[in-house]
């Protein structure tokens, strides 16, 4: 038990100091802004279709329970607030995130434990090429400017989701669908957030799966433990770093 | 004529964990020579590799390559690299970039560490693959290569850099005896041919003898024998090389005992 303690201590010690590392070599993506481009299509536009289908269900299911629930207070014209407003806080961001880090977190991972296994990393220190600027810092900058312009699109999608299922479906006034939206969404107070959350766990996820990828052991079962934790470590710190974000960012508004 | 030494490790020992893998090690390897490092799996012989390459450092002892000098104390990044720039490294399984076809494999440490342009770096990749003997390939990507193939690619690969000293780890593993004649004779041509000194890790004992100059036995973290192939016959007896040579009923005797293949 306390081994197991430390590890985890002596892990989030690495990670941090892996972080820095990331952060310190932020302007080395202007040698290696191709690599970046690359990435940024590797993480953010191959996981365009997961987004959007996951979002316009979500926005079905957001427009539905919120009508039946409207319903009973005959307020139903409010359902384009509640899934304009589920989605741009809470749900767009944490949702996205967590398919993120289960299409392109385990991507990320897996990808350097397949170098790391089959010597490309070893090869490149031996070319005198940085992994850690190379590899890891476009990585992780990829996935911070996908998963914002991500969370966009699953909450825009989400929104027409509850838009078809509310007013095209149940018959809701689409003129107060949009107008009572339109009211409430604050740019700053909402979209701002959102989008903040949206950055921070970007972060975190492309922190844990660079971190585990090199940390994996150089073998198949290794790789695949490594897939598995980024999924799991991600989607527990995303739902973490949301509750702590969430109480600074929304409670007394 | 008396020729410079490439490396020169004098008492080097090396462990992790209590437990000890090379045990005061030295030899030199002369400038423009094949050297073949020999020994049981865990003898230590990659090790030599990764202590040359700077991917680990002795606990004690030191290393010298070229101007560079390895210790217990590591070595500035900046200076590592600078020293790994004059040498070359072939991986066990070529270790190729994946993601990359063949020419922008080559193209790599090329673009990495100058500022040549497209059309230089494309006459270089040409002088590369040929030196290899490999023509007409290079949009394929590298798991469309044969082991042979790749193993040459990787080795364009590590002379795109022009280095003066060539490692080897285990360049025969995993190749049919065509691949493995074609390597070692490239292994032989490029060392001769652009005056390089090359170490080589290797289990193909008569594939090595061949073409080496010098051999050096591992055990147990040790040297047990640091000569040349046609002197090793007189030392360990005459079914030496012919129990090598594919003889394996005759000769069981103590050196095959020493480096621990019995």
Redesign the interface.
């Given at each position: 038990m306390n081994i197991l303690a430390f590890k985890n201590i002596s892990n989030l010690g690495e990670e941090f100091k892996l972080l820095l590392q990331l952060f310190a070599n932020f302007f080395s993506l202007r040698q290696n802004y191709r690599q970046f481009v690359n990435d940024v299509f590797f993480t953010g536009a191959l996981s365009i279709i997961i987004i959007t289908i996951s979002g316009f269900f979500v926005g079905l299911v957001l427009g539905l329970q919120g009508y039946e629930t409207l319903k009973r207070f005959g307020s139903t014209e409010a359902v384009g607030t509640m899934v304009a407003l589920s989605l741009i806080r809470e749900l767009g961001p944490v949702i996205t995130a967590i398919l993120f880090s289960a299409r392109a977190g385990s991507a990320i991972t897996a990808k350097i434990g397949?170098m790391k296994s089959?010597?490309?990393l070893?090869?490149m220190?031996?070319?005198?090429?940085l992994p850690l600027k190379k590899i890891y810092v476009p990585l992780f900058y990829a996935g911070a400017i996908s998963v914002p312009i991500l969370t966009g699109i699953f909450c825009s999608v989400g929104v027409l989701g509850g838009y078809f299922i509310t007013v095209v479906i149940l018959g809701v006034d689409s003129g107060a669908f949009w107008s009572q939206m339109q009211n409430s969404v604050d740019l700053y107070h909402d979209i701002l957030n959102g989008a903040i959350k949206s950055v921070c766990f970007a972060l975190v996820i492309n922190l844990i799966a660079i971190y585990e990828g090199t940390i994996s052991k150089p073998t198949a079962d290794g790789v695949s433990r490594a897939v598995t934790n980024t999924v799991v470590i991600s989607a527990l710190s995303v739902l973490a770093v949301d509750f702590i974000l969430t109480s600074f960012m929304f409670t007394g508004a | 004529m008396i020729k410079k030494n490439i490396i020169s490790f004098d008492k080097v020992f090396f462990g992790y964990n209590q437990k000890k893998i090379l045990d005061g090690v030295s030899f030199n390897l002369p400038q423009g020579t094949i050297t073949s490092v020999f020994g049981s799996s865990g003898a230590g012989k990659t090790t030599i590799l990764k202590l040359i390459s700077g991917q680990s450092f002795p606990n004690s002892g030191t290393i010298i390559f070229d101007k560079f000098e390895f210790s217990n104390l590591g070595l500035n990044k900046k200076k590592l690299y600078k020293a790994r720039s004059r040498m070359g490294l072939l991986f066990q399984f070529g270790a190729l970039f994946t993601d990359l076809n063949v020419f922008d494999n080559i193209a790599y440490p090329i673009r990495e560490n100058s500022n040549l342009d497209e059309e230089s770096i494309h006459d270089l990749v040409r002088i590369k693959l040929n030196a290899v003997g490999l023509h007409d390939i290079d949009n394929m990507m590298p798991e469309h290569l044969s082991g042979g193939m790749a193993r040459r690619v990787a080795l364009a690969r590590s002379i795109a850099l022009d280095p003066f000293l060539l490692m080897y780890d285990e360049p025969f593993t995993g190749l049919d005896p065509l691949s493995v004649q074609i390597i070692s004779k490239l292994i032989k041509q490029l060392n001769d041919s652009l005056g390089l000194t090359s170490i080589l890790v290797s289990h193909d004992i008569k594939t090595s003898l061949e073409i080496s100059d010098n051999i050096i036995v591992l055990s147990n973290g040790k040297i047990v024998c640091n000569t040349t192939p046609d002197k090793i016959a007189s030392i360990y007896g005459e079914k030496f090389l012919e129990f090598f040579g594919g003889f394996t009923k005759n000769n069981k005797g103590k050196f095959m005992k020493s480096i621990g293949l019995l």
């Open positions: 397949l089959s010597d490309q070893i090869a220190e031996m070319m005198s090429v | -």
